[in-house]
């Protein structure tokens, strides 16, 4: 359980990485990934463990 901040930050990263063309045309900027993320990929990760 202690790898999901990892797996989160590198999830975020990601994203934002190969999506930077995608929220630029779309007006999203880092933060808000950065916000909206986390929570969905916390779940996620806890439910790959059960």
Known sequence: M???GTF???LVN???KEEKDTMN???IDEKDVSRA???KA???F????I
């Open 2 to 4: 202690k790898n999901v």
């Open 8 to 10: 989160i930050k590198w």
């Open 14 to 16: 990601d994203i934002i």
């Open 25 to 27: 045309a779309s007006n």
């Open 37 to 39: 993320v986390p929570n």
């Open 42 to 44: 916390k779940s996620w």
């Open 46 to 49: 806890q439910q790959q463990l």
